[in-house]
């Protein structure tokens, strides 16, 4: 079971900054909807492996002829991944309906959620989140209108009971798809070999369905707005869809939403109210930093810079109350995020995102003309890398290490190559020492890999960090993904940062980087010859 | 297991009768509607003996101070019976709500419902009676109106998961409740010792919740108009509520909704659409006989006879088709219903059914003026009364022995009471013999205990029908009922019709005579002098 990241502060006080909220409310805006039917009817079966795939497929012109008696059921594939909202229409067969029809229904976004049994979840984080519906309807036939949103590709329809009586006729099944954008407004990449094209398609799927009202986490589970995976979001979307306003309208929610004290939150919800979470982490706050960096950098929109920047600044101002001596604090095993990735020591990473955000911070301060705030940054700064050294760095071993026990972990690693620590060379060759020595503490999240290949492509080896993506978002295609997952260890199919794989998100805001990285470092002018798979 | 009760004609053909069906349209009404409140918060807990009680009671204001986490519950009490449509005001608390609420709500009639473990339900009818709702909730707070309607007393709200950062509050609960009468439209019977009054009133408070816009069979689980129950519910009616047009409504529909050859069914739907099941009973078809003979006597409403003695007379003639040599056939033990008892011989009951219609057939031949039919009948009535004797008495035994077994039943001896096979005298010395021998081929329900209880007060036996009523009807009370029970056997409070007690209805239409009888035969002038208890 993962490390449980629950935090519940029920004496903190929330702060709303109307004229923030107010623009983000203006830049709110009407989803994309698309009418999606189902293709075919499917069977999942376990391979010897024990991975769950379609076995068979059956043309769905056949469904309305399935007569569905107790425990029968069907299994639908509409295709590909898709989020949204499910209307079925069903009747009944046999002798009048003498009993309510007694329906379960599992939305799936892999085959295996299909094989799953829920009545065996025992993880540490909401049961209510497996996407399953029990349903009972006492006049057929009828149109089943669900009212929830769903993520999922497999839609399985399976009769509880009806009675000796009548069966249940599934005669169609709609769903209505929605999206902040469509996959048309992203250019594809016709240049690249076969496999990368599957990882881009699905990189982009991936971040059209988790592109909503705000840029959700993961939209089988976590409809929240997460900061760390905003970031990731938006770059992979200024490369893509170039959705500037989804993401201008998510900096005014964290700038509107925040603790009293001015923090930022890890996340924040938009129903049913407004407001900000009681999570604080030390990287996810500073991130908002790094998103306004970004966005400018994007757009070169010196007003949301002035008018944000008093926001980012709070954050580096605050980040100090977590640290201790120049380095962040270590009591709070959980204070930054980094990575789910089990026994993790996450201070020296943690020190890196300090790093890399008043490098981003100097720049804002300058930008917006703040110069006491830019002098007072560029001597944290100075300091921090001064320390990212004296503190961090082991000479002998070649290594960042972290915490009291020195781990070596890649999250180390990544993340102090991409806060420059080193000049570039010197970085190159702690990412090529760490390929070679393969340090135990690996990651445990796309996101986490995100940055290890992120840190490559920053020191010039496109084939390594090629072949790293390759490996470990070409493992998930190999595996049929549609769309990215929140987890994935290519050694362990099954893992789960929640004690049970049934509560995963097989469609994550944070494994869509690709997109960006293939636009980025592997198409024009500069375009490495990339071998064929 | 009860023996199964199911039959499947798929090649039956349907013929609807227009006129009737209009009538019927035309004397549907409104229910009446009325706002009830649940009364307290009850813990349910087993006895020693297996028998479930409210163990516990706590005031209802304290539930919206009642803070549901994973594996919470509460338990409500609306204070009696109730049929209808329920809504739910939920809130959260804690932190912000981080994923949906998984709730589980129970509707429970009798408490032992609310321990009941619905995984643990095999038995043949279908499991979709269970009135067990698994509900996800994205956003609270929320009114949570329930489309469904339910038949109970107790709610349990069962919290499945919540999240470790928030818990569900139940703000408040309120039940509409339907029915076609109210329960102040019945004259209470004020003289009677407080145990009678007691049956009294979950009788009237049984045949209420059964009206709704047909008279329901079991309003938790069969919606449906049995014309069985009915013959038993429009009797109470007219002592009780005495709304005529509802008893009306249900003949013109049997009547109008019929097998092509003009057999009326043992039930039919109103919904989606009106049409008759495909389940015929020999002596269920024949109660249309009963039901429009009694409706006359009530109402002298000579109209109705005329025009409905057509399809009255039809069941009569379609009757002979399962009879041989002038006795019901043995086949199929299933043809006549009479009782769900294990293993009891149907045939020397559905003779005497047969004989009590042919009766009140005769009668009504006379009333429209259909002197052919009048004649035929006399001859068959002579014929079937000479066959009750020579075919089913056995005069060594001093009983009415059924099928090839020579059974001796305590329905044969009732029903061949009923239909005055003998003259009073003997009848009565038969109930008698039957109280005194106790043959163990008993009943297993309350219809066809009744039929016991008639078939005394019918030879004048009251102390001895009045002394079965309340240790049956009785023993139901002391078990805690509100409304009476489809089934109930002493010896096992558990017994079942369907293999198990979970799918059995607690407030059954064909329980709800006491108020009839109690009316019939111990008020007025003719009061016997009545012992308290």
Known sequence: MGEALVSILPDMKRKTVDTFIKKAQELDFQLIETKVKPVSLVSVTKTADGIAEISSREDITLMPG??????????????????????????????????????????????????????????WISKGWIQEELIHIDVLPCELKLPRRYAFRYLEIFAVDTSAKFQVVVENVELTAVSAVSLEEAEPLSSLPEDLKAIDKASLKTLQDCMQHVFEDGPKRDRRLWIGDLRLQAKANYATFRNLNLVKRCMYLFAGLIREDGKVGACLFTEPVMQVDDTFLFDYSLFFVSILYDYYQETKDLEIVKELWGTAYRQIVLALNDMEDGVPKTENPMMA?????????????????????????????????????????????????????????????????????????????????????????KSRALMLHLLEEN???????????????????????????LELMRTYWGGMINLGADTFWEAFDPEDPHASPYGSSQVNSFCHAWSCTPAWLLREYFTGDTVPVIQDR
């Open 337 to 425: 995020f980094i990575d789910w990735k089990d026994g993790l020591d996450r201070q020296a990473a943690a020190h890196a995102v300090w790093i890399y955000c008043l490098r981003q911070g100097e720049v804002l301060a300058s930008l917006a003309g703040d110069e006491a705030a830019k002098e007072e940054l560029r001597v944290m700064l100075a300091d921090a890398l001064e320390k990212a050294v004296s503190h961090f760095w082991d000479e002998e071993k070649g290594f960042f290490v972290s915490g009291a026990d020195h781990q070596i972990s890649w999250s180390s690693q990544a993340w102090m190559v991409l806060a420059d620590v080193f000049e570039k060379e």
């Open 66 to 123: 399935k007569l569905l008696k107790k425990d029968d059921s069907i299994c639908l594939d509409f295709g590909d991944h898709h989020v949204g909202y499910v209307t079925l229409k069903l009747n009944s067969a046999g002798s009048p309906q003498d009993a309510p029809a007694y329906l379960r229904l599992k939305f799936a976004e892999i085959p295996g959620e299909i094989l799953d049994d829920s009545s065996t979840y025992h993880g």
């Open 439 to 465: 340090p135990e503490m690996g990651v445990a999240t796309p996101y986490a890999y995100h940055h290890v290949i992120e840190a490559l492509l920053h020191v010039g080896e496109k084939e390594k960090a």
